[in-house]
């Protein structure tokens, strides 16, 4: 037998009757979320939107769901359907994709849905999917499985944890994280693959937490290596997390007559094409340059953000609009921005509001 084979049928040898007892347990606790037909639906005929199961994965990717849900309702209102998002303005999605963070996200959102939309259809497979801008194996997965049925696999960090626990992994973590995915992969049942992809989402959201999981009510126990050793909450064991170098730089609030000055920021790179505050270079130095066009400004205070790579801390100054800005700069009503700001350049300009 070959080793994949040998993996697939160890998992469904060991996970026997975990599939049925999962889906049962999603058909009484489902979340009723707005990008989800519910529980047994398909098996009725109702057919999901993969426009809506792909715009909620990629939103969900980095984000909660309660933080996500009004984003979700917003495109959907503004842009019901895969080609509306294609048509839309650039600076219309990224302001309104703005406090979701991860903004290449937000641009590949854009060339994503005009792809599909110059194709006239979305690819209806997981390997169809990966070659779509922004969807990397783990979307791909969500959607061929939540929107069209295939019996793929969906591990994100959730899932690790769920899973990490059920097997007990004590291995080197990439390793693990391996023999994960394709343990639940053989997992997968063939005929309710979405179903078993939102649940796993659900029972790691609301019992399988990552601190204090509640055993008691999990209806996976009985699978579950790391319950019966009765320490569940030690997995995943994952080696220790690096600490965030931190860069230093100062932002800018200058206000004229009608409103505070921003600009949209170099397509790529760092919050490309999002608005932008003035600011200096983000640097290690703790104590950076003012800029050489800002005089006669007041400190107000520092904001901090964190990035994926590093966290940021911003000397907040402000300044009236006699400040010789440089080009590229305009003046723009201060709630309408604030509304389009990524979280480091809102949070500058409510200290200083
Ligand atoms: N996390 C990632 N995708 C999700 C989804 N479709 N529903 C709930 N939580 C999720």
Redesign the pocket.
């Known amino acids: 037998m070959a080793k994949r084979e040998k993996a697939d049928s160890a998992a469904e040898a060991r996970f026997e009757g975990l599939p049925a007892a999962l889906l049962d347990w999603y058909g009484r606790h489902a979340r009723s979320?707005p990008?989800r037909i519910g529980p047994g639906k398909r098996a009725e005929g109702v057919v999901p939107d993969p426009y809506r199961v792909w715009l909620?994965?990629i939103m969900?990717q980095q984000t909660t769901?309660p933080h996500a849900a009004g984003y979700f309702e917003t495109f959907t209102r503004t842009w019901p359907t895969v080609e509306a998002l294609a048509g839309a303005e650039d600076s219309d999605v990224m302001a309104a994709w703005a406090g979701l963070g991860y903004y290449a996200r937000a641009r590949n959102l854009l060339k994503c849905a005009r792809e599909v939309t110059a194709r006239g259809s979305w690819p209806r497979t997981e390997a169809g999917l990966r070659d779509l801008p922004g969807i990397g194996p783990y979307t791909a997965g969500?959607v061929a499985a939540?929107a069209f049925g295939e019996p793929a696999a969906a591990v994100?960090g959730n899932v690790d944890r769920v899973f990490s626990r059920l097997m007990a992994t004590k291995g080197d973590w990439k390793e693990e994280k391996r023999r994960i995915a394709e343990t639940v992969k053989a997992t997968v049942p063939g005929d309710r693959p979405g179903e078993f992809a939102?649940a796993l989402?659900d029972l790691g959201?609301t019992v399988c937490t990552p601190k204090r999981p509640n055993c008691l009510i999990c209806p996976l126990r009985d699978w579950c290596a790391a319950y019966a050793e009765g320490t569940p909450d030690q997995y995943p064991i994952k080696p220790a997390k690096k600490t965030k170098p931190v860069r230093y730089g100062e932002v800018y609030v200058v206000r004229g007559p009608s409103g505070v000055a921003v600009e949209t920021r170099p397509p790529h790179g760092l919050l490309g094409g999002m608005l932008g505050l003035p600011t200096t270079a983000w640097l290690q130095d703790d104590r950076p340059e003012r800029a050489a066009w800002m005089t006669g400004g007041s400190e107000i205070g520092e904001v901090k953000h964190v990035f994926t790579h590093f966290e940021l801390r911003l000397l907040v100054v402000t300044a009236g609009d006699t400040a010789a800005l440089p080009q590229g700069y305009g003046f723009k009503d201060e709630e309408t921005v604030g509304a389009a700001l990524p979280s480091a350049f809102r949070k500058a300009l409510k200290l200083a509001s």
Request: charged letters at 25%; a negative charge; proline letters at 0%.
């Open positions: 979320l990008w909620a994965e969900l769901v969500a939540l994100d939102e989402m959201a």
